[in-house]
């Protein structure tokens, strides 16, 4: 029993663990384009006047991961949706 034991903690301990969950697909890597700047064209106008103007936090960040995937700022996520959608026209 204690070679059973010792076998299976040798074997845990060299099984390696992945803690981070991968990061996902970045927005370069995703094939239509043309849909993302449709979403984005659709969602800036709703985004601008939600919550008194930018203040829905869940449609900033969609907004936010559809062009920056998860590589926008943390808490930064009205930033980014203003920006992308005022400088870049979307809300056009």
Do not use: T
Not at 55 to 62: E, F, K, T
């Amino acid at each position: 029993m204690k070679v059973f034991a010792a076998v299976l903690l040798a074997l845990g301990a060299s099984c390696h663990v992945n803690a981070e969950p991968s990061p996902g697909p970045s927005p370069e890597s995703i094939p239509d384009l043309e849909a993302r700047q449709q979403a984005l064209k659709l969602l800036c106008p709703i985004a601008q006047k939600a919550g008194g103007g930018w203040g829905d936090d869940n449609i900033n960040r969609g907004i936010a991961s559809i062009q920056y995937g998860e590589d926008w700022p943390p808490n930064r996520a009205q930033f980014s949706a203003y920006k992308l959608c005022l400088i870049r026209g979307y809300s056009k």
